[in-house]
């Protein structure tokens, strides 16, 4: 057990609703980060949350957006959900950005 | 171009041998990690090797890190069925954004 939890582990959704992923990080650690893994292939960087503030950003669209609370849990929201949006999403937690980084059991999204 | 790449992307091997999967990349990097995932899972931390360290040890594994060939590889001894999993370098880059940059993975199969 890492510590870090998601929510929900499975979800279903339609092409073009919205959804919402959680994420509870490892006590004490302040950074959070999400992945994207579609199948057969490794994990995609889509953003990072330092401190409440978005730290980076990799090549994901608009649509995917992010928040970090105070307590540093975070949600990842996808609007306009697409079909190839259907992946298994992994969110991240370390003490800083640079440490080692703990992954929780992720959300697998199926998109119909 | 693609960072962390695996190789081989596929291992099979018999219980109590050695298995062996290398990485290669193509930037500079702060460090090095080595994950295991089963069955689409999340993912395992299992060892972090910085840009400065060369070989570290952690139970039956052993990472080794070479830089002037952007290359490390991954060690398991003594192999178990239970060590039968998908394993993923992953690079970590600052540009702008502290990434984890991940590979296809190595899928390793151990038979008893």
């Known amino acids: 057990e890492t510590g870090v939890t998601q929510s929900p582990t499975h979800l279903i959704k339609t092409r073009g609703q919205q959804v919402t992923l959680r994420c509870s990080s490892q006590s004490g650690h302040n950074t959070v980060s999400w992945y994207q893994q579609a199948l057969g292939q490794g994990p995609q960087f889509i953003f990072q949350?330092?401190?409440?503030?978005?730290?980076g950003r990799g090549n994901f669209p608009p649509r995917f957006s992010g928040l970090q609370f105070p307590n540093y849990s975070s949600e990842l929201n996808v609007n306009a959900l697409e079909l190839d949006d259907s992946a298994l999403y992994l969110c991240?937690?370390?003490?800083?950005?640079?440490?080692?980084?703990?992954f929780g059991q992720g959300t697998r999204l199926t998109v119909v | 171009s693609q960072q962390g790449e695996e190789d081989p992307q596929a291992l099979s091997i018999q219980e109590g041998e050695n298995a062996t999967m290398n990485c290669s990349y193509k930037?500079?990097?702060?460090?090095l990690q080595w994950y295991r995932q089963n069955s689409g899972r999340g993912l395992v931390h299992l060892i972090l090797i910085r840009s400065n360290e060369r070989e570290k040890h952690s139970g039956r594994l052993r990472v080794t890190l070479d830089t002037s060939k952007k290359s490390s590889s991954l060690l398991i001894t003594a192999s178990r069925a239970a060590d039968t999993a998908s394993y993923f370098c992953a690079v970590l880059i600052i540009q702008g954004a502290q990434k984890l940059v991940f590979g296809q993975g190595t899928r390793l199969t151990i038979n008893p």
């Open positions: 991240a937690s370390s003490l800083t950005p640079n440490t080692e980084a703990f």
């Open positions: 930037t500079s990097i702060n460090n």
């Open positions: 949350y330092y401190r409440e503030e978005e730290n």
